[in-house]
């Protein structure tokens, strides 16, 4: 059984930086690309990115290019989310998860592609 455990997120100042992360644990996750996405109040969940299962490819939401950037460490199983230069409009809880497919090409942007969801981790932009 995997478990995919976000953290990261707070309370942070327009212009502001969070990096949040998501531990992979019960299974290695190498093999697997990985997504991040967003969901607020009254809104449905939204893809923001994507890194292909070697990390050479990656796929970013319009909203979100040139502020955002996702790497991971397969030798620890994470996958990393660094926001930069935050707006308020990128309030949400955040979630990983894994393709449900492996060694996938392209990568996809659908959540229904998408498996072993984490809690979640609050993130909020203030004005």
């Known amino acids: 059984q995997v478990q995919l455990v976000e953290s990261g997120g707070g309370l942070v100042q327009a212009g502001g930086s969070l990096r949040l992360s998501c531990a992979a644990s019960?299974?290695?996750?190498?093999?697997?690309?990985m997504g991040w996405f967003r969901q607020a109040p009254g809104n449905e969940r939204e893809f923001v990115a994507a890194i292909s299962w070697s990390g050479g490819s990656t796929y970013f939401v319009d909203s979100v290019k040139g502020r955002f950037t996702i790497s991971r460490d397969n030798a620890k199983n994470t996958v990393y989310l660094q926001m930069n230069s935050l707006k308020p409009e990128d309030t949400a809880v955040y979630y990983c998860?894994?393709?449900?497919?492996?060694?996938?090409?392209?990568?996809?942007?659908?959540?229904?592609?998408?498996?072993?969801w984490g809690q979640g981790t609050q993130v909020t932009v203030s004005s």
């Open positions: 998860a894994a393709d449900r497919r492996p060694l996938r090409v392209p990568l996809v942007t659908t959540p229904a592609e998408y498996d072993y």
């Open positions: 019960g299974r290695t996750l190498r093999s697997y690309a």
